[in-house]
């Protein structure tokens, strides 16, 4: 067991523990698709640009020659705030169901590498994630006068901006997919907190599996979670139906990790369940996909940084779309686990993990992700 005084109480919301099954496409690791082999072992493409711009451009360009191979069309984008994470954090699963990669944008104009790449790619509709202080009122003119049609998804705050995606991919999720044997759709939520990008960002692959909503939560200020407006209302959307008599009820509840919050909020919602993870951002991340391995894809593994997010956040696009893990990397093995006790056996938990990993992304230049990063999926230090 690892020291109890280093974890922070977890909770999630996850809702029918029979998942249905939502296959992303295959990568297929080719020379000619810039695919290059590491000395460990494995299939490497780094996504990398000049700056955080370039960085997602060619995130994007990988999501679209994925797509193409699958016969998808790529005719949304996921537009964020490059310098600034709170309101577009939980957009992953928006790009999923949209086949929409996400692009990045200053603030008050439209980056001008970002409108070459919303040309090249014919983009007929943009999502923006966040409100006209975040992407101001003129970039959303620039893409009406591109012929490109905008819906800005925004609240107040990053809480109500993630409601508000959250309640767009569940409205989509109920309204397309497919019920499992006992005519039930599957209906989780993953709820996190909205202070720790990388908290978010792990969830990102998990949440291409069955289209889940990611809600922030407040947790480090004076503000509950019982004081989010809208929560109830979705949680009540989300769970319409789950005490049918007709459905047995461990059929019905699995739980999924996600910050347990100071509050009695959850103590309203049935079965609602507790985990424990480290305040550790690294081990959090390992723990998070460790718990959640039977839902990711983990032949194909995604490694950023988890010093700084706008990479991982272009790459979550990626993640959510290839339902695979996205591991962060920053620290040694040693500096990550030093305060953890039993680090043998939790560098063992990691190898097992990525056991069968064969293809890796790399997300942003190597002085973000160093070469040879790809080691700690092997345990090497």
């Known amino acids: 067991m690892l020291n109890k005084k280093n974890f922070t109480k977890l909770i999630v919301l996850g809702l029918l523990g029979v ?10 690791a080719e020379a000619n698709d810039g695919f290059t082999k590491s000395s460990y072992g494995y299939n490497m493409k780094r996504l990398e640009g000049s ?44 790009s999923k169901i949209y086949n929409a990669p996400l692009l990045l944008t ?13 040309k090249k790619l014919k983009i007929k509709k943009v999502f923006i994630v966040g409100g006209v202080g975040v992407v101001s009122q003129n970039v959303e003119n620039k893409l009406k006068s591109m012929g490109i049609t905008v819906e800005r998804l925004a609240g107040e705050n990053r ?32 709820l996190v907190d909205g202070y720790r990008y990388t908290d978010a960002l792990t969830l990102a692959g998990m949440s291409g599996r069955n289209d889940t909503p990611i809600v922030l939560l407040p947790s ?47 103590e309203n919602v049935p079965n609602c369940s507790m985990q424990g993870s480290t305040k ?10 460790w718990a959640n391995q039977a839902i990711l894809n ?25 339902n695979i893990p996205i591991v962060f990397t920053g620290d040694t093995f040693k500096e990550t686990y030093k305060d953890l006790g039993n680090a ?23 002085a973000i992700v160093k070469d040879g990063a790809e080691k700690k999926l092997k345990g090497v230090d």
């Open 159 to 190: 809480y109500q901006t993630s409601l508000k995606i959250a309640n767009k991919v569940l409205d989509y999720r109920l309204a397309n997919a497919p019920t499992n044997s006992l005519g039930y759709k599957y209906r989780s939520i993953f």
């Open 344 to 366: 043998k056996e939790i560098i063992k938990k990691e190898t097992e993990l990525y056991r069968d990993t064969k293809n890796v992304y790399p997300v942003g230049g190597k």
């Open 106 to 118: 200053e603030k008050d104009k439209l980056n001008s590498k970002t409108e070459v790449q919303l």
């Open 298 to 322: 983990s032949n194909n593994v995604m490694i950023a940084t988890g010093e700084n997010f706008p990479d991982a956040l272009a790459g979550g696009a990626l993640a959510a779309k290839l």
């Open 19 to 28: 998942s249905l099954l939502r296959f992303a496409p295959e990568v297929k």
């Open 51 to 94: 700056d955080r711009f370039e960085t997602a451009i060619a995130v994007s360009n990988e999501f679209k020659r994925l797509s193409d191979k699958n016969n998808e069309k790529v005719e949304n984008v996921v537009l964020a705030n490059a310098f600034d994470y709170p309101d577009s954090i939980a957009s992953a699963p928006l």
């Open 220 to 266: 480090n200020e004076d503000l509950k979670p019982s004081d989010v407006k809208g929560l109830n209302e979705l949680i009540s959307k989300a769970t319409e139906g789950e005490n049918d008599k007709e459905i047995p009820i461990e059929k019905l509840k699995i739980y999924w990790f996600l910050p347990y919050f100071n509050d009695n909020f959850f």
């Open 280 to 289: 550790n951002k690294y081990m959090a991340n390992l723990t998070l996909n």
